[in-house]
């Protein structure tokens, strides 16, 4: 099982970015998929986003609602997070990884990629 996160870097606030996800060694039209965000203190993970294995977004984080878009392409194996309006809060190491119901899918992880959102 692989994860390949790209797509992120500094920005000021305001401004945007698209993160993406290339995955492998796993059957991804049977998994929802989602984008996790890592509190840079406590290296705490948690999901910003999820989408189901249909391409409908199952769940996103209060305090990027409005914001942030979740997608896949289930040809291409790849997930997608539009992040908009980026704000100071949102500086974080992003990853993405499958998910069955509420439990993370795999043990693996990417290496992320690091959003910084700064004047």
């Known amino acids: 099982v692989q994860f390949v996160e790209s797509g992120g870097g500094l920005v000021q606030p305001g401004g945007s970015l698209t993160l993406s996800c290339a995955t492998s060694?796993?059957?991804?039209?049977?998994?929802?998929m989602a984008w996790y965000h890592q509190d840079p203190a406590t290296k705490a993970r948690w999901p910003v986003a999820?989408?189901?294995?249909?391409?409908?977004?199952?769940f996103i984080d209060g305090d990027v609602k409005g914001r942030f878009a979740i997608s896949r392409d289930n040809d291409k194996k790849t997930v997608t997070l539009q992040m908009n309006n980026l704000q100071p809060e949102d500086t974080a190491i992003y990853f993405c990884?499958?998910?069955?119901?509420?439990?993370?899918?795999?043990?693996?992880w990417g290496q992320g990629t690091q959003v910084t959102v700064s004047s």
């Open positions: 060694g796993f059957t991804f039209t049977s998994v929802d």
């Open positions: 999820i989408v189901d294995r249909f391409g409908m977004t199952k």
């Open positions: 990884n499958a998910q069955v119901g509420t439990q993370i899918a795999f043990d693996s």
